[in-house]
């Protein structure tokens, strides 16, 4: 028997992303659904109150008037599924936001809980009974206390640090930590710690590597998955058009010298590809999470030893 | 409701989270479409003003010009709300359905653009190379260049330095492009005033000079107005109005294309913004009608209006043999003449490789956007998987084949087949056909994709309830539909494209046919494998 798995990564707090990803089993045919990580949103748009039912926000560099509950709700939802964090408040509480970073942390953190909390929620009835398997592992910008909202799920299970058995003896190791980044995300080290836990990882696995599938955040150093533009670490700034490879030469190492069947990877949005590095085939689908598209790569694997096709798709 | 305004407080908070932009910059973008409405194609288009006299060149390219705003604004639409690399293809078949955006896209950004090859070089080989052969006294390699072998080398030799251009990746080329700009406005600049200072008297003087020294013709301006001068018209303004709608499928030869860089805008920075999508792609359009146009004036002002065009005829008359004995009977390049007014070969030969950076910077365009069409269709599995296949230095080798080796053989074709020449325009008219198609696809989008539509950043401004985007879009496609009513109906017989000329229609014919079979067959091969074509290219449901 053959095994059909999707993979999506980066969906970025787009309740758009998550709930196609949770569809995507019966919409492509998968009875394997990963999601590779950073499953949180970067930013919150704040919608003022100004009272008497009347809110203001911006999306876009664009300024939106809305009036009355029912027009709220509509933004509200369109808001979540471009990835950010919709929250009402007065102008007050916006220029106290503004100020204190302590309090803007807090909101954050409040915000990526509750919105996985609901995602959780959402998965679990649509996946209930359904005879999918759902493994989402969290990514370099998601804070730790994710996974256990995660594993507080009945149908979801937790990728990070795991090898998660398959169907038809595939095993399924995974980690969401990266390289170094310059924004000093939460899972991120040193080229020599990331390798030590991904092998760390790979060691538990009991396959050999024609059944063995790695889902590692960051993608293989040196690769087309891993080219992104050149950045400034000091200013955070894009230096002109200079683009540079910025994944990691820990997984690069591990894949070739694991040679699993298949390696998947997120993480560089815009360097969507699939490449062969050795036997292993790696994939980073990317992703359009911004507009609400789920960029994701359908794989079948024979149930053997081989990988008997891939494809790139945009749900 | 919404309107744009510049905020004054916070409206977006931001945590330390990996940063995402994109590789090519807006001001690349608006490089792209700059030489994509390139001015030699408009000088190249004039010269089949010839066979509609009757007609205004400088109202039909104003015209041509407003249409061609609103094809920047239907696609500044579509880039902004699915900014893909594939353009077209992903629209079309996101909003219509797998086999029209492939069949579409296949034959409008990729098997169209084996001809164009042929033309890139023709381009390349009358506006620069013949100039400065003629001006360094080698005029047995000029001479050569115009026979059957010359013009297949001259294809050739395209294929490669397109190739190229495409193999040193996206930033090499845009960097190429800059230093092209910048050296051809250069030598634009230079140009402009030789034509602004100089008086026609003088001009007379320096053509017949140059014309007798490079080409053994004696009184050249006069012989040329009188072998080839009758019944051309005396002003670009004067016209008919139907004389002046029917250049506007020749303007469209010139001004279709600031939305050439469309199928890579997936990686154009800031491409969900709509505005500076319009930005980059009109400011190129802009910029290139201006120059053109204030070329135009300045060739009335200095060369004479009826004599541009006797030289135009006189070159299209020996091409199509309808002149007995013309003066030259071969291509006497604008740049050249304005050239020949400093009398300095080596002058002359700067001033005329400098303008001419403008060609060569265009050149990789012909390959470059039909990559990522190919790379979407790939990435689709309507084509193999070996065909995204790139090397570690990010050449796409194979999309690179696809479209080299096709165009060796349509370059054959054109160089030993001399009825193939007439098929020119069908370059145009297969990927107006494409556009037309986009056009009706973003003319719908409010309904069909409801969802990407309203989270785009897309203007949403409704007249009598109907969004005004789809009105434009509406106005648009009318417009293509009227040049393609043109071209293949050719009423008066004047683009030689239409369903009288038996070619033609065997050429489009197969090059549609083709993508059909090979749509077939990728829609069987996937279905037997279990996942239909249409399931990728359908939305998964939300809900």
């Known amino acids: 028997m053959s095994v059909r798995l999707f993979f999506a990564t980066d969906v970025h707090g787009s309740e758009a992303c998550w709930r196609k990803f949770i569809n995507s089993g019966k919409h492509y045919g998968a009875n394997v659904l990963v999601l590779g990580g950073d499953m949180t949103g970067k930013a919150v748009i704040p919608i003022i109150d100004n009272g008497g039912g009347s809110y203001t926000f911006h999306m876009q560099d664009i300024r939106r008037d809305l009036d009355g509950a029912d027009e709220l709700a509509h933004n509200q939802r369109a808001i979540k599924d471009h990835g950010y964090y919709p929250v009402v408040m007065t102008g007050e509480e916006r220029n106290e936001f503004t100020s204190d970073p302590d309090k803007l942390d807090e909101l954050f953190h409040q915000q990526m809980r509750h919105t996985v909390e609901d995602w959780v929620t959402w998965a679990d009835e649509r996946l209930e009974g359904s005879g999918m398997r759902c493994i989402v592992c969290p990514g370099n910008d998601d804070r730790p206390d994710i996974d256990g909202l995660l594993a507080s799920s009945s149908q979801l299970e937790v990728g990070e640090g795991n090898v998660i058995d398959l169907p038809e003896g595939y095993q399924l190791a995974s980690s969401g930590w990266t390289n170094p980044t310059p924004w000093d995300t939460p899972r991120e080290e040193e080229e020599p710690l990331l390798k030590a836990r991904i092998e760390g990882i790979v060691a538990q696995a009991t396959v050999s590597p024609e059944r063995l599938v790695m889902g590692l955040h960051a993608p293989p150093y040196d690769t087309q998955l891993d080219v992104a533009p050149k950045i400034d670490w000091e200013s955070l700034t894009v230096e002109g058009q200079n683009v540079a490879h910025v994944g990691s030469t820990a997984v690069k190492e591990v894949i070739e010298r694991v040679q699993p069947i298949l390696s998947l990877h997120g993480h560089i949005h815009e360097s969507r590809a699939a490449v062969r590095i050795g036997r292993t085939l790696a994939v980073n689908p990317g992703s359009a999470y911004v507009e609400g598209t789920l960029s994701g790569c359908v794989v079948e694997l024979d149930g053997k030893n081989k990988l008997k096709r891939y494809r790139l798709t945009m749900g | ?543």
């Open chain 2, 1 to 543: 409701m919404a309107t744009n305004a510049a905020p004054a407080e916070q409206t977006l908070f931001v945590r330390k989270a990996s940063g995402l932009v994109k590789g090519w910059s807006t001001g690349d973008g608006f490089r792209y479409s700059f030489l994509s409405t390139n001015m030699f194609l408009g000088i190249w288009g004039f010269l089949y003003a010839v066979f509609i006299p009757g007609g205004s060149v400088f109202w039909a390219a104003v015209i041509t010009l407003l249409f061609v705003i609103l094809e920047i604004v239907v696609y500044s639409g579509l880039i902004s709300a699915m900014p893909r690399a594939g353009g077209d293809y992903v629209w079309q078949s996101r909003i219509f359905h797998s086999s029209v955006g492939f069949v579409m896209a296949a034959t409008g950004w990729w098997f169209i653009l084996w001809l164009w090859i042929p033309i890139y070089a023709a381009l390349g080989v009358n506006s620069f190379i013949i100039p400065v052969l003629r001006i360094v006294g080698a005029d047995g390699a000029a001479d050569w260049l115009l026979t059957s072998n010359g013009v297949f080398a001259a294809s050739l030799a395209a294929i490669i330095l397109a190739t190229y251009l495409v193999a040193i990746g996206m930033k090499g080329y845009a960097r190429f492009q800059k230093w092209a700009i910048w050296i051809g406005l250069a030598g634009c600049a230079v140009a402009g005033i030789l034509l602004l200072v100089t008086s026609k008297a003088s001009f007379i003087s320096a053509f017949n000079r140059e014309s007798l020294e490079l080409y053994g013709v004696k009184d050249a301006y006069s012989a040329v107005l009188a072998s080839s001068g009758e019944g051309m018209s005396t002003s670009m303004f004067s016209g008919t109005l139907w004389d002046t709608f029917k250049l506007i499928p020749f303007m469209c030869f010139w001004l279709l294309w600031p939305n050439w860089g469309a199928t890579l805008y997936g990686e154009v920075r800031g491409a969900k913004d709509f505005r500076k999508n319009i930005y980059q792609m009109g400011g190129g359009l802009l910029g290139g009608w201006l120059i053109v146009i204030a070329f135009l004036f300045l060739v009335t002002k200095t060369m004479g209006w009826k004599f541009f065009m006797a030289t135009a005829n006189d070159y299209m008359g020996a091409v199509y043999g309808y002149i007995e004995a013309p003066t030259f009977g071969s291509y006497i390049s604008p740049t050249a003449m304005t050239a020949w007014i400093v009398n300095n070969s080596a002058f002359q030969v700067v001033l005329i490789a400098a303008i001419s950076l403008m060609v060569f910077g265009w050149w990789g365009t012909v390959f470059l956007s039909s990559t990522r069409v190919i790379f979407a269709a790939a990435f689709d599995r309507i084509l193999p998987e070996s065909v995204a296949k790139v090397t570690s230095r990010g050449v796409p080798v194979t999309a690179l084949v696809l479209m080299a080796v096709p165009s060796v053989i349509v370059s054959i074709f054109y160089a030993y087949q001399p009825s193939f020449v007439q098929l020119t325009y069908d370059a145009t008219l297969v990927i107006a056909a494409m556009f037309l198609v986009s056009g009706l696809a973003f003319m719908i989008m409010p309904w069909k994709t409801k969802a990407i539509w309203e989270s785009s950043a897309v203007p949403k401004l409704k007249i009598l309830g109907i969004p005004l985007m789809t009105i434009v879009a509406a106005i648009y496609s009318a417009f293509m539909v009227f040049n393609l009513y043109l071209w293949l109906y050719d009423p008066t017989n004047t683009y030689g494209v239409g369903y009288k000329n038996k070619n033609s229609m065997i050429f489009m014919g197969i090059l549609y046919a083709a993508a059909i079979v090979i749509w077939i067959v990728a829609w069987a091969t996937r279905k037997r494998q279990g996942m239909a074509l249409e399931a990728i290219a359908k939305e998964i449901p939300v809900e």
